[in-house]
């Protein structure tokens, strides 16, 4: 038997565009073909050459909770991580979008972490090796340094896509 890697990530929304939005003009996935499977919803995939689709995003149907809306946050799943470079021209976008996010300097090591949540509470970490990266690390002052199982989801941030 052998696990050759992550295949993707399935996320469920209220908010498809908000969403799709994130996932490619935040993060800078792409979107890719999806087939049609009755419900909305939207691929993304890594921008280099033959990458695969790693987020599905889905909407209606069933993404819909008991109550009628899809639920939000990682629940048990704690974060999902890409790796990333262009540490700072992260960190500005989310600045220039008003989006909560964390810093972090993994100890020991030269891994530097940004931390932010998508539209569905869904926590992402993105992990850049510091020795390639230009501009100064991580900002680990009080308030800025990522706490983990410490949550900062502000729902209102993207609320009906007003983070565009």
């Known amino acids: 038997m052998i696990t050759n890697g992550l295949f993707h990530i399935a996320i469920k929304t209220n908010n498809l565009e908000a969403t799709k939005y994130f996932y490619t003009k935040v993060i800078g996935l792409i979107e890719v073909f999806r087939p049609d499977f009755g419900f909305p919803g939207a691929w993304s995939a890594s921008p280099i050459p033959g990458g695969q689709a790693i987020i599905h995003v889905y909407a209606g149907g069933p993404a819909l909770g008991k109550e009628g809306v899809t639920p939000t946050g990682t629940s048990a799943i704690d974060h999902v991580s890409f790796s990333c470079s262009g540490y700072h ?18 100890p020991n090591t030269s891994i530097w972490q940004l931390f932010i949540y998508d539209p569905s509470g869904v926590q992402l970490e993105l992990t850049f090796e510091g020795k390639i990266e230009q501009g100064p690390p991580p900002d680990m002052s009080e308030g800025r340094r990522y706490i983990a199982g410490a949550s900062f989801f502000n729902h209102e941030v993207y609320k009906n896509g007003e983070f565009k």
């Open 89 to 106: 021209t992260y960190r500005n976008r989310f600045i220039e979008l008003g989006l909560p996010f964390k810093e972090f300097l993994v």
